[in-house]
């Protein structure tokens, strides 16, 4: 489902709402995800991004997303690739004057930057060893609430960029950033898989087959009962989503038998840090919903 611009805008809108009344400073908190042992993540701010959600791995490919092939921040062919981010992340918020204007703070926007080194190539032209920049939107801000400790601020609800994490991406060049960053956002990045997601792949794909075949009411519910299978059994920490609801599992599993990707028995060195994130971002919608029955 495409989300609408009028809702993404209301919700940053609703972000720095939420950042004045928690007292946040204004100074960008720049390389603190060193694998979580810098600073205390206390709160996640995320679910503010314009998130293309795709049906199949085809329309990934084919880059049908909501920009269409009409936007000009945006160009070149997809790039399908493994790679490692071999530097530390720099970020840092981005300012709007006419929020300034409306007497916010003015962040409308985050910037990350890494450095991915290609070590397998799928699609695109590009080789294997290739180093390009790579760009997310996410920062870090100081909580000053007496209890000390930093607010991640998440624009694309993906987990940060650590050194030494490697990913499958779907990558297009973005012009105003001067660097590469996922198409479709959560969408557009997966995990490496080792032999524990393979397992649990393997048996999503064999449970939803009929799904598309059919595309009935009892294949729908059948895909979804195969989804929460799945979130009980894999590693949420491992997926590289703050909220594990995000997490495309049609896409990946059809990308993994596309391009016949083997497991590599290795655990992303940022996978703690990650799982803090995603415990933080648990615990926040069960508070929420527990006010909302309130």
Not at 102 to 111: E, N, P, V
Not at 127 to 137: E, H
Not at 205 to 217: I, Q
Request: glycine letters at 8%; proline letters at 3%.
């Amino acid at each position: 489902m495409k989300t609408k611009r009028s809702i993404a805008i209301l919700l940053s809108v609703v972000l720095l709402l939420t950042i004045a009344f928690t007292g946040c400073t204004e100074n960008e908190i720049s390389v603190v995800n060193k694998q979580g042992n810098d600073t205390e993540i206390r709160r996640v701010v995320s679910g503010l991004s314009e998130r293309i959600s795709y049906s199949t791995l085809q329309e990934l490919l084919e880059q049908s997303d909501y920009w269409g092939s009409n936007n000009p921040k945006e160009s070149g062919p997809c790039l399908v690739v493994i790679g490692e981010l071999i530097d530390e992340t720099k970020s840092g918020f981005e300012y709007d004057e006419e929020l300034v204007k409306l007497g916010f703070d003015g962040r409308s926007d985050a910037a990350a930057y890494n450095q991915l080194r290609v070590t397998e190539v799928f699609q695109g032209n590009i080789k294997v060893g290739d180093i390009i920049p790579i760009v997310q939107s996410y920062a870090y801000e100081e909580l000053r609430d007496g209890g000390g400790g930093i607010s991640l601020v998440s624009f694309d609800d993906m987990t940060p960029m650590n050194k030494g994490d490697r990913w499958i991406y779907f990558l297009r060049y973005k012009e105003y950033a001067n660097a590469y960053g996922s198409i479709g956002l959560s969408d557009g990045r997966y995990p490496v898989p080792n032999t524990e997601i393979i397992k649990v792949m393997d048996e999503f794909s064999k449970e939803t087959s009929k799904y598309y075949e059919d595309n009935s009411k009892e294949s729908f519910n059948l895909l979804n009962e195969s989804r929460c299978k799945a979130l009980k059994e894999i590693d949420v920490a491992s997926l590289g989503v703050l909220n594990k609801n995000d997490f495309n599992f049609i896409v990946y599993a059809q990308l993994l038998d596309h391009f016949k990707i083997q497991p590599q028995d290795r655990v992303n060195p940022g996978r703690d840090f990650d799982a803090k994130l995603v415990e933080i971002v648990e615990k926040q919608f069960q508070e929420s919903y527990a006010e909302c029955l309130d």
